[in-house]
């Protein structure tokens, strides 16, 4: 069922919402199976929630409440049809539940730690030169080099190359695509989770990138970036799916392309004196990434063992 016709809210919120809400719906009592249940009485429904939900976490609920919060935001009406008398102090009850939360989630953020589902994933330990070394020893012209040449030769972003259209001297009809003019090639991004604040991501292609890029077009012909067992462009979910099954193959143990960000923020910032680097730069990289500066350094991994690999201590002065 859909919650949110008619609002404000992107696409990928409203189909993300949608599926929380009629999962949580589903988890509630059959007498007590509707979105006023389970807005009506938060209490219950947080314990129902607890209860059911396949992937405990603060990090996966947060989603989950968020979806109420959107519902007393964009469709307070739906309340009219429950017996609800104050709508604010209902309000106040379920940015309570938020918040409390919320909290270790930001606690965790302050530190640079990564979640207790990404510490699960080998990937979380390998480092950005570590990408770039495997990167290069993989077959040029492959979707696999590809796949991490997009991630490391320009800032990664998220799975924003799911449906990448390639043009060269007509205009493209898809919201993402790569332009390839001569010697010249950048891609434009302007669906993607943050468009709403940032409007749109672009990224010219440094030399090495566009000759990968080529390589791979000329090995396989397409008129897309990356395409499905079925030869066509992909979804966000599927593309997704498809790169972390590649990902893990190539580096023998779970990976993700969240794990990207954090590598490259993490390389970025141990390698650069930060006292000398501007907020612009910060700002002009961070938009790049398609978050803000905050986030930018919140993506920062606490660190580095004697080999190399990611402990996540907390830093000493």
């Given at each position: 069922m859909n919650f949110f016709e008619n609002t404000s809210l992107s696409a990928t919120s409203v189909k993300l919402f949608n599926t929380k809400i009629n999962e949580w719906i589903s988890f509630m009592p059959t007498i007590m199976q509707s979105i006023g249940c389970i807005l009506l009485f938060p209490e219950f429904s947080m314990k129902m929630l607890n209860k059911n939900i396949t992937t405990n976490t603060n990090s996966n609920k947060h989603v989950y409440?968020?979806?109420?919060?959107?519902?007393?935001?964009?469709?307070?009406?739906?309340?009219?049809?429950?017996?609800?008398?104050?709508?604010?102090?209902?309000?106040?009850?379920?940015?309570?539940i938020f918040s409390e939360n919320e909290k270790p989630i930001i606690d965790r953020r302050l530190e640079n730690k990564p979640t207790d589902i990404q510490l699960k994933k080998g990937g979380v330990h390998i480092t950005f030169n570590q990408i770039i070394a495997r990167r290069d020893e993989l077959e040029r012209g492959s979707f696999e080099r590809l796949l991490l040449s997009m991630y490391t030769m320009i800032p990664p972003?998220?799975?924003?190359?799911?449906?990448?259209?390639?043009?060269?001297?007509?205009?493209?009809?898809?919201?993402?695509?790569?332009?390839?003019?001569?010697?010249?090639?950048?891609?434009?991004?302007?669906?993607?989770?943050?468009?709403?604040?940032?409007?749109?991501?672009?990224?010219?292609?440094?030399?090495?990138?566009?000759?990968?890029?080529?390589?791979?077009?000329?090995?396989?012909?397409?008129?897309?970036?990356?395409?499905?067992?079925?030869?066509?462009?992909?979804?966000?979910?599927?593309?997704?799916?498809?790169?972390?099954?590649?990902?893990?193959?190539?580096?023998?143990?779970?990976?993700?392309?969240?794990?990207?960000?954090?590598?490259?923020?993490?390389?970025?910032?141990?390698?650069?004196?930060?006292?000398?680097?501007?907020?612009?730069?910060?700002?002009?990289?961070?938009?790049k990434l398609g978050h803000s500066p905050e986030m930018f350094r919140a993506y920062k991994w606490i660190k580095q063992g004697a080999k190399g690999e990611l402990s996540f201590e907390e830093e000493k002065d």
């Open positions: 409440i968020m979806s109420i919060l959107s519902i007393l935001r964009h469709k307070r009406e739906i309340l009219l049809e429950s017996p609800c008398e104050n709508i604010e102090s209902l309000r106040g009850e379920w940015l309570a972003v998220r799975a924003d190359y799911f449906s990448t259209e390639i043009v060269y001297d007509s205009q493209p009809t898809h919201k993402n695509y790569i332009r390839i003019h001569g010697s010249h090639g950048e891609v434009v991004l302007t669906d993607f989770k943050t468009a709403k604040t940032y409007k749109q991501i672009t990224h010219v292609f440094p030399p090495e990138l566009l000759s990968e890029i080529l390589l791979s077009l000329q090995k396989y012909p397409r008129s897309f970036l990356f395409l499905n067992a079925s030869q066509k462009p992909h979804t966000r979910n599927s593309f997704v799916l498809w790169s972390r099954r590649c990902l893990t193959r190539i580096f023998g143990t779970d990976f993700t392309l969240v794990f990207f960000r954090h590598a490259f923020v993490t390389n970025y910032i141990s390698t650069h004196d930060m006292n000398t680097v501007t907020d612009a730069q910060i700002k002009d990289i961070s938009d």
